[in-house]
């Protein structure tokens, strides 16, 4: 008998780290009519009207909202896309993108 045979094979897995994830922010301004913050919010980040009030309500009122936490590419299109909304139509509502703590 060979010591090979005697021996377990031992399988490791690598470990996989969680990506990390980025919160997209609702920065306010005071050009940009709450209808339509409410209207990007709903379109882009597909939430409720309800949700989409309390959070333009919250970035009204503190100056800064976090809208949502996804990975970093998905949190990055949504923020560029939704600003972007904002811009065809002309109003300086601006999204950004930041790591989670």
Same mark, same amino acid.
């Not at 897995?13 to 709903?42: E, G």
């Not at 923020?79 to 065809?88: E, G, L, P, Q």
């Given at each position: 008998?060979?010591?090979?045979? &005697?021996?377990?094979?031992?399988? *490791?897995? !690598?470990?996989? &780290?969680? !990506?990390?994830? %980025? ?7 005071? =050009?940009?009519? #709450?209808?339509?913050?409410v209207q ?11 949700? &989409? =009030? #309390? $959070?333009?309500? *919250?970035? %009204?009122?503190? @100056?800064?909202?976090?809208? &949502?936490? =996804?990975?970093?590419? $998905? ?5 560029? #896309?939704? *600003?972007?909304?904002?811009?065809? /139509? @002309? =109003?300086?509502?601006?999204? /950004? *993108? /930041?790591?989670?703590?």
């Amino acid at each position: 008998m060979s010591d090979q045979a &005697a021996k377990p094979r031992i399988r *490791t897995r !690598p470990k996989l &780290a969680r !990506p990390r994830l %980025h919160k997209v922010i609702l920065l306010n301004d005071d =050009y940009t009519p #709450r209808s339509f913050v409410v209207q990007v919010l709903k379109a882009e980040f597909r939430i409720t009207q309800d949700q &989409a =009030y #309390r $959070i333009m309500i *919250t970035a %009204h009122l503190r @100056g800064v909202c976090v809208v &949502a936490v =996804y990975t970093r590419d $998905i949190a990055e299109t949504k923020a560029r #896309r939704a *600003t972007d909304m904002a811009k065809r /139509e @002309g =109003y300086p509502l601006r999204f /950004e *993108t /930041e790591p989670e703590t």
